[in-house]
Each structure stands twice: as structure tokens, then as C-alpha cells.
Antibody
Framework: EVQLVESGGGLVQPGGSLRLSCAAS????????MNWVRQAPGKGLEWVSY????????YYADSVKGRFAISRDNAKNSLYLQMNSLRDEDTAVYYC????????????WGRGTTVTVSS | QSALTQPASVSGSPGQSITISCTGT?????????VSWYQQHPGKAPELMIY???NRPSGVSNRFSGSKSGNTASLTISGLQAEDEADYYC???????????FGTGTRVTVL
């Protein structure tokens, strides 16, 4: 079964850091582009970042550029999001999502992990 | 990158058809056939319903269909059922940031 499982969320103070992980299974992880998408409480979806299969190309939303860093370890079938200088507005459920091979669409999503930034 | 524009809510009675619009620009919806639609039930992860404007993934009901004209894409749900009550988001590739942009989201209510 194709599956993505996020972890690492929690409560952090403004200005703090957190590292999210996403464990992939059931498919050849090293062949796929991967994304992070977030959803603030009661709000819509916001694309955060994506990384190509070999980590050659990485892109970020303007709202997180310079503060967040996406990475992957294909040997461990894992995707990561290092979040620094966290702000209240970063409070959200963070989903990892797989890009369908050869397409610009996210076809498999994890259940998400909740990040709360508050003092 | 500004979000794509969707109506906040759409409603219909069981068995009816409804259409949700998604308006962008020539840098996203109008410039590429990379429009997708996602369904999200409360507390759940989004689920892909349509990709590349009008393609349905395996397992998605043929009551869901997509189309595009100019800078506006549309999702039509025919034969509306109670289980279709959810939030729906469009998404498109955007050349302005070589990434994705989502719509503002539409709450579908089955009366």
C-alpha cells in the first residue's frame, strides 16, 4: 500500500525551530518529486515547498523562503522539512504529498502533522 | 503568488448537478493544462479527484468531471450525493514561481 506518514509536529515558541519528517512506503520513493503543503486552522491549502527526485531542484513559497529547508534521504525513504524562525502564522497542519510521475499533480497525501507556534 | 479564486460555497439537492469555478491567470490556469481538483472532508487529508484539467484517477466516480476555458477551470459534480459534502480545492502549476498554487476553496453543501 502506498503510504506517507508525517511526524515531528508539536508546540513551539515563536522564533523556535522544528523538523518534520515524512516516511514513505509502498512505492519507489527515489523516483518521485515530493512536496510539503500546509493548512492553517479553518483556512485553505497552501503549497510550501517541493524537491525533485535527486534533490537537484528545490522551490519554496515566498512565505517560508529563507526560514524553511526541504530535504530528502532516498536511502531512508524519507522527506524532511526543517523549520526555523517560526512565526504564529506558521501554525498549521503540514502534509507531505507525492507528485504523480510525469505530471504536475499531488496524487498521494499523508494524514498530516500539526505544528502550533505560540508563547 | 495569489491564490486562485473559487466561490466560498455552493449547494445543491441530492441528484442535482453543481459546478465550482476556479479563476486564475495566464501564468497558471490559463497557461497550462495542469489543473487539479481535491476533495477534503473535515479532519481528513485532501484526496485527488481530477488532474490535468479533466482526467480522473482510478477509483474516482465518473460523476466528477473537469473542464477549462481561458483562465477559468471548472469542476462539475453530477448526481449529487450526501457523501459529496466536503471542501473542494483547485490547484494549478504556476510559472511565476515554478510551483503550485491552490484555490481559495469551496464548501459544497448537500441540501
Amino acid at each position: 500500500e502506498v503510504q506517507l506518514v508525517e511526524s515531528g509536529g508539536g508546540l513551539v515558541q515563536p522564533g523556535g525551530s522544528l523538523r518534520l519528517s515524512c516516511a514513505a512506503s509502498g512505492f519507489i520513493f527515489s523516483s518521485y518529486r515530493m512536496n510539503w503543503v500546509r493548512q492553517a486552522p479553518g483556512k485553505g491549502l497552501e503549497w510550501v515547498s517541493y524537491i525533485t527526485d535527486t534533490s537537484t531542484n528545490i522551490y519554496y513559497a515566498d512565505s517560508v523562503k529563507g526560514r524553511f529547508a526541504i530535504s530528502r534521504d532516498n536511502a531512508k525513504n524519507s522527506l524532511y522539512l526543517q523549520m526555523n524562525s517560526l512565526r504564529d502564522e506558521d501554525t498549521a497542519v503540514y502534509y507531505c504529498a507525492r507528485d504523480l510521475l510525469g505530471y504536475y499533480v499531488m496524487d498521494v497525501w499523508g494524514r498530516g502533522t500539526t505544528v502550533t507556534v505560540s508563547s | 503568488q495569489s491564490a486562485l479564486t473559487q466561490p466560498a460555497s455552493v449547494s445543491g439537492s441530492p441528484g442535482q448537478s453543481i459546478t465550482i469555478s476556479c479563476t486564475g491567470t495566464s501564468s497558471d490556469v490559463g497557461g497550462y493544462n495542469y489543473v487539479s481538483w481535491y476533495q477534503q472532508h473535515p479532519g481528513k487529508a485532501p484526496e485527488l479527484m481530477i488532474y490535468d484539467v479533466s482526467n480522473r484517477p482510478s477509483g474516482v466516480s465518473n460523476r466528477f468531471s473537469g473542464s477549462k476555458s481561458g483562465n477559468t477551470a471548472s469542476l462539475t459534480i453530477s448526481g449529487l450525493q450526501a457523501e459529496d459534502e466536503a471542501d473542494y480545492y483547485c490547484s494549478s502549476y504556476t510559472s511565476s514561481s515554478t510551483s503550485y498554487v491552490f484555490g481559495t476553496g469551496t464548501r459544497v453543501t448537500v441540501l
